[in-house]
């Protein structure tokens, strides 16, 4: 085993995050190679103990597509690409219907409702009202929209919005038509009016330099640092998806490289107050092998997928989330109010059963 590379494992168990550097040197390591099953070991044990061996499940419904204007080269939805022609949105009931249908279990910590970059303001508030008072009060609502302002989502935190999923992308203004600083400032307003703001490191390609994946997760903890911002971040692949400049598989990171970025992220975060959850997006049960310890099901559009319910087809459903965390050896769930649930196997039958 290399020495340095257990020099900075040693100090990550100790609570002590790496400097980028370090980082770079862990980005760089085969992710097949004892020094990454020891990384990816050590961000397991970390995160578990952490948390009392427990993970979070979350939900995304993509409520409505049409051919993307900020034309994203990496998404299924944008303009140049896209095999959707038509703008479709799902009817207010139909959202319904389906958060319903996510979290009857009673077990889901968070729901995404997600848009295109442009949106109706009046129908997205609509969606967030109707949808607050249909699901469990233990489930956290989020939005994934386009950018926005302060007011507006004053206006989505007092309908019931806990939070907001935004994102400076890897490679924002080049593979896209935002410039970074419009993320950052919807970023910044989501956070004063009052919502808690995610973030997360993506998309990672096969060909995504080490210095952007490093920067991203600096980044990441930087704005912890400073907003104190929702407990919990994650790193996700690019997906290639057909029709856009990323077709094939050439063009994917595997699980395992994933698993060992995800892991790298939890060294990065290890001094953190909070920090419990870790997503994983594509789910996969290295990644939970590995530091990862929340996964999302979905149902509706999907920016990675070309069908037109990514239900059945990419996205998995809620069971699926739960047996795959049941299988990656997770004890407890917990959910968006703190509550905890056992996962011992009568509740997972109880559940199979419903
Ligand atoms: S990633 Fe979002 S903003 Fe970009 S093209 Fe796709 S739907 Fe539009």
């Known amino acids: ?16 995050a790496p400097a980028y550097e370090e980082v770079m040197e862990l980005l760089a390591l085969d992710e097949a190679s004892p020094e990454a099953t020891a990384v990816r070991g050590a961000a397991n044990d970390l995160v578990r103990a952490k948390t009392g061996n427990a993970c979070a499940m979350w939900g995304q419904i993509g409520i409505d597509v049409y051919p993307c204007e900020a034309d994203c080269q990496f998404c299924s939805f944008a303009k140049s690409t896209t095999c959707f022609t038509e703008h479709v949105t799902m009817s207010v009931e139909e959202v319904v219907k389906r958060a319903k249908e996510f ?14 970059n442009s949106y109706d303001e009046d129908y997205f508030l609509e969606v967030v009202k109707a949808v607050r008072a249909a699901i469990p009060p233990q489930t956290m609502l989020f939005s994934n929209i386009g950018d926005t302002d302060v007011e507006y989502f004053e206006k989505l935190k007092a309908a019931g919005l806990d939070g907001a999923y935004h994102v400076k992308r890897i490679g924002e203004g ?12 919807t970023i910044a307003a989501a956070h004063e009016a009052g919502l808690q703001v995610q973030d997360c490191c993506e998309p990672i390609g096969a ?10 997760l600096f980044e990441i903890k930087q704005r912890d640092d400073d907003y104190g911002v929702y407990n ?9 998806v057909p029709g856009t400049r990323y077709e094939g598989l050439q063009n994917e990171i595997t699980d395992m490289r994933l698993a060992l970025i995800g892991a ?20 996969n049960s290295v990644s939970l092998l590995s530091g990862g310890n929340s996964i999302c099901a979905e149902t509706g559009f999907n920016p990675r ?38 996962l011992t196997p009568e509740y997972m039958e109880a559940k199979l059963a419903e």
């Open 264 to 283: 790298i992220q939890v060294f990065v975060m290890v001094e953190q107050s909070k920090m419990p959850w870790f997503a994983i997006h594509e789910p």
């Open 207 to 216: 060909e995504t330099p080490n210095e952007a994946i490093a920067t991203r």
């Open 232 to 240: 919990g971040s994650g790193v996700m692949k690019r997906n290639s």
């Open 174 to 185: 080049e593979l896209t038509k935002i410039a970074p600083e419009r993320r950052e400032a």
């Open 103 to 116: 979290t009857k279990g009673g077990d889901l910590y968070g729901l995404w409702l997600m848009c295109m």
């Open 1 to 16: 085993m290399d020495q340095k590379i257990t020099g900075i494992i040693a100090r990550a168990q100790e609570g002590k």
């Open 305 to 342: 997928d070309t069908a037109e319910d990514t239900a059945g087809n990419h996205g998995l459903d809620v069971p699926a989330v739960r047996q795959m965390f049941y299988q990656a050896g997770f004890r407890t769930l917990v959910r968006g109010d703190g509550t905890r649930i056992e």
